[in-house]
């Protein structure tokens, strides 16, 4: 793609770098040390108790590590999609498979709540190799690139904060034991002060980690969602579909010449 072509493609693909900016921002408005805390995380899901919540919780994500592989798939596939179709279409199939996906997950689920974009994003995929499987096929390549470079940043950053942690814990237990040698009790109050918020921190970075890597995923409202954004290109955008299927069918059948034995 040529430079002076950049501005239009953005333009085009608007509603997604609006919807994946908002994901962002939200994120590192409410996080704290890389994660949400869990009351944030709480108050904001979806559930039968907080019904209020069926569009903000498409933009809440526990961790860095939910948030990023979310915000990937969605440039990348939110892009092929809204290139294929539209930005109206782009934004029917994000908000309407995140609520309906949501209402089937607490019917499934009833003392469960929800967070996470997850739900409107497979829709897009789904759709988007419907839509167009050459786009599908760009956009799949463009998110495993970006995925292996900003998942081996972020697994450095985390390493070194949870270094940090440790360091600094160590330093104020020297600290202390130096100002109880030195007799200064105000100092050793304030470095025990120090201390216990260092811990207290450290400890929920830890929770807040193993909270994110042992989250469960519910499949039967992924199929949900991954079929809801098959069913919107076939019912709505059908002569688009049908020339997928076509192309599909022309790709295959090559396969198939190249690879038949003589």
């Known amino acids: 793609m040529e430079f002076k072509k950049l501005p239009g493609f953005l333009f085009r693909a608007k509603a997604t770098l609006a919807i994946f900016l908002l994901a962002i921002?939200?994120?590192?408005?409410?996080?704290?040390?890389?994660?949400?805390?869990?009351?944030?995380?709480?108050?904001?899901?979806?559930?039968?108790?907080?019904?209020?919540?069926?569009?903000?919780?498409?933009?809440?994500?526990?961790?860095?590590?939910?948030?990023?592989?979310?915000?990937?798939?969605?440039?990348?596939?939110?892009?092929?999609?809204?290139?294929?179709?539209?930005?109206?279409?782009?934004?029917?199939?994000?908000?309407?498979?995140g609520i309906l996906t949501a209402i089937f997950f607490v019917f499934t689920n009833p003392s469960s709540s929800v967070v996470g974009a997850s739900a409107g994003i497979l829709s897009l995929i789904t759709g988007a190799f419907f839509a167009s499987p050459k786009k599908f096929v760009i956009a799949f390549g463009f998110s495993i690139v970006f995925a292996l470079i900003v998942f081996a940043m972020l697994n450095s950053a985390l390493f070194s904060t949870q270094q940090n942690f440790e360091a600094k814990q160590q330093?104020?237990?020297?600290?202390?034991?130096?100002?109880?040698?030195?007799?200064?009790?105000?100092?050793?109050?304030?470095?025990?002060?120090?201390?216990?918020?260092?811990v207290v921190q450290k400890q929920s970075f830890e929770q807040n980690k193993s909270v994110e890597k042992n989250a469960i995923s519910d499949y039967g409202s992924h199929v949900f969602a991954a079929l809801f954004g098959i069913g919107y290109v076939f019912f709505f955008r059908r002569k688009k579909f049908f020339e997928s299927i076509a192309q599909i069918d022309c790709f295959l059948q090559a396969l198939h010449k190249k690879f038949k034995k003589p």
């Not at 069926?54 to 979310?70: A, D, Q």
């Not at 130096?178 to 216990?196: R, S």
């Open 25 to 97: 921002g939200v994120f590192f408005l409410l996080s704290s040390n890389f994660y949400l805390p869990q009351s944030t995380i709480q108050n904001s899901s979806f559930s039968f108790s907080q019904p209020w919540n069926i569009i903000i919780y498409e933009f809440i994500h526990i961790g860095p590590n939910h948030l990023l592989s979310n915000a990937l798939t969605l440039l990348a596939f939110g892009i092929a999609f809204e290139l294929a179709l539209s930005s109206l279409d782009m934004l029917i199939v994000f908000f309407a498979s």
């Open 171 to 198: 330093e104020l237990q020297v600290g202390i034991q130096q100002a109880i040698f030195e007799k200064n009790p105000e100092k050793q109050k304030q470095l025990e002060q120090n201390l216990e918020e260092t």
